[in-house]
């Protein structure tokens, strides 16, 4: 990406000034960022040490941006899948392109998100079964008093 954002590698934070310009860009590309993590151990992958700074979007997307030892970022992961980029040496057209594909991807993003299931504790118990039995209860009492009811009528309409 651009040598203007170049990252301290090792004291890389929250108040790191490359990562206020990152926000700052992508608020200017239309992306509505609403948190900046950023991993406290290195990493080592095809053997390069790494720090990922993980920024995540009002939608729910996930932006990983995995920066080396100079402080330069050698790859961005969206939403867990690494994504290539045309203009990796202009800094506001990289974060462009990554800004366009979270648009491009959103729906099949919502999609995925809401067809992943989310088991509940074990421990916790759903108030389920006995909310079916209250209603079935509520129910059947209900029955009664419109039968009693229909009685009622009936004896009225025949005297």
Do not use: C, W
Request: net charge positive; proline share 4%.
């Amino acid at each position: 990406m651009a040598a203007d954002l170049l990252f301290s590698f090792d004291d890389l934070s929250n108040k790191d000034k490359a990562v206020k310009q990152l926000e700052k860009h992508f608020k200017r590309a239309g992306a509505n960022l609403v948190s900046v993590e950023i991993e406290p151990r290195i990493k080592r992958t095809s053997g390069v040490s790494y720090r990922e700074i993980s920024l995540t979007f009002s939608d729910s997307q996930v932006v990983k941006l995995r920066v080396k030892k100079p402080g330069d970022i050698f790859q961005v992961l969206l939403n867990k899948k690494v994504m290539p980029l045309r203009h990796q040496d202009d800094h506001p057209k990289a974060i462009g392109e990554i800004v366009q594909a979270m648009d491009r991807g959103r729906t099949a993003f919502q999609k995925r998100l809401a067809k992943a299931k989310v088991q509940l504790p074990k421990r916790m118990k759903t108030a389920a079964p006995r909310m079916e039995k209250r209603l079935e209860e509520k129910r059947d009492a209900l029955k009664e008093a419109v039968e009693d009811a229909r009685q009622q009528l009936a004896e009225l309409t025949a005297a």
